[in-house]
């Protein structure tokens, strides 16, 4: 759930809100998380398989519109997945470059490479995969409280985060404002689901899927929160918003050069360790769709000695590491929601009342709290957001589009039975 994210929109955030208030851009991207983590608890706990969404989708839309649901859904993880690759890459990329300055083209080679190296790791078995990553989340942890205890013992600037007399807080033009910069912090906050992916290799999933969920949004929403407030208790907020790496800023600030460079490696770390689950769950997803006859044969394949879906993550991550050459970080991260809210969040909330009618509650190892509450403002948030995304709205209702044509053309092509997943 940690990625390069907080580390890189913090100055995005501060400059499209351009007051103090800025903070409350990151209380409503946890606000909906949690809101949108009742639901993924409540499906994750129930069908908890390969896929995620793809299963949640199938199992919510019935026979035939399930598989258009699920098709849609595996159609644009195969590109919205990779751009949250790339994200990552050149994120890490960015603050390489307070280490060692990069032109243009050496920046997005190091991006590139990053990418192969992930790829080169996540080439194995899950139980290795596994060791690796607690590996990584201990430099994650590190680092996040080493910022929150450097910015409140070393604090030299005044900060608050409640509106003043002269803050117009609850205005049309404010909440414009929070929706453009909570498509940076939301994008932040993603990651909180990933364990719905690997729902067919969590141990206990009915109670673990749930608790993984909850424990990650309240988790990481207070670290994010405290990071924030750390370093604009170091550094004036007019200030942070014009920063490349405010984090190595800050850092240099406090204790020099030398902490610096090391901070921008932990967050490079940070930046790698993100990546690394990123990849691997998503991974699991057309593998998912195409073992179960309902996407393109090939990516049911598993690696003959290794059993991991081999098509799948080669080629999430091949389209990563092409994305990773080409575009910008700031325009991946709008894209990456606006390929997503319809087909997948607003999919799912809609999803969920459709089985709560059909099957009932009796058997649901996890209850959302507050049924109907949570899926009514799950629905007008992701909305809202969706329409804050700004211009590239069109990119992810032309990939529906796109999506619904290719799905007509080659569903006959797939084969109405399950594929065999050991299929060479």
């Not at 930046?271 to 996407?295: I, T």
């Not at 991260?333 to 059909?358: N, T």
Request: proline residues 4%; glycine residues 8%; contains cysteine.
């Amino acid at each position: 759930m940690v990625g390069i994210g907080p580390f890189v929109v913090m100055p995005m955030v501060i400059k499209m809100m351009g007051s103090h208030l800025f903070l409350w851009a990151w209380i409503f991207g946890a606000a909906t998380a949690f809101i949108d983590g009742m639901i993924w608890s409540e499906l994750g706990a129930a069908y908890p398989l390969a896929g995620g969404s793809y299963n949640f989708l199938k199992e919510a839309y019935g026979k035939k519109g399930g598989r258009l649901m699920s098709f849609l859904f595996v159609w644009q993880t195969c590109l919205q997945a990779p751009l949250v690759v790339a994200s990552g890459a050149i994120g890490f990329a960015q603050y390489f470059c307070y280490l060692v300055p990069l032109s243009d083209v050496e920046r997005k080679a190091l991006s590139g490479l990053v990418v192969l190296l992930i790829i080169f790791l996540l080439y194995r078995r899950i139980e290795t995969i596994g060791k690796i990553s607690v590996l990584l989340w201990s430099g994650v942890v590190i680092t996040i409280l080493w910022i929150i205890i450097s910015g409140f013992t070393h604090k030299t600037v005044e900060y608050h985060f409640l509106p003043d007399a002269k803050d117009d807080f609850f205005s049309l033009a404010f909440m414009a404002l929070i929706g453009k910069a909570s498509v940076k912090t939301i994008y932040s906050y993603l990651g909180y689901y990933n364990v719905c992916h690997l729902g067919g290799e969590i141990i206990n999933p009915k109670r673990n899927i749930p608790r993984s969920i909850f424990i990650s949004i309240f988790g990481i929403a207070i670290l994010y929160l405290c990071m924030n407030l750390s370093i604009v208790s170091v550094i004036p907020w007019q200030e942070a918003m014009n920063s490349n790496f405010i984090v190595s800023t800050f850092m240099e600030k406090i204790y020099g050069s030398r902490a610096a460079n090391i901070a921008t490696l932990l967050v490079m770390w940070i930046a790698f360790a993100s990546l690394f689950a990123v990849l691997l769950g998503y991974s699991r997803v057309p593998y998912a769709a195409a073992a179960d006859g309902k996407f393109f044969p090939v990516f049911a394949k598993l690696h003959p000695t290794k059993d991991f879906p081999y098509v799948s993550l080669l080629f999430i991550g091949g389209v990563g590491f092409i994305f990773s050459l080409l575009f910008k970080l700031s325009d991946v991260i709008s894209a990456i929601l606006a390929m997503r809210i319809l087909v997948q969040f607003v999919s799912q909330a809609i999803g969920v009342v459709q089985l709560r009618k059909r099957k009932g509650t009796k058997d649901l190892p996890f209850k959302m709290w507050l049924y109907p509450l949570p899926v009514l403002l799950s629905l007008i948030i992701w909305l809202f957001v969706f329409y804050s995304t700004g211009k590239v709205v069109w990119l992810g209702l032309a990939l529906i589009a796109i999506g619904l044509i290719v799905y007509y053309i080659t569903r006959d092509l797939w084969g109405k039975s399950p594929v065999e997943i050991k299929s060479s």
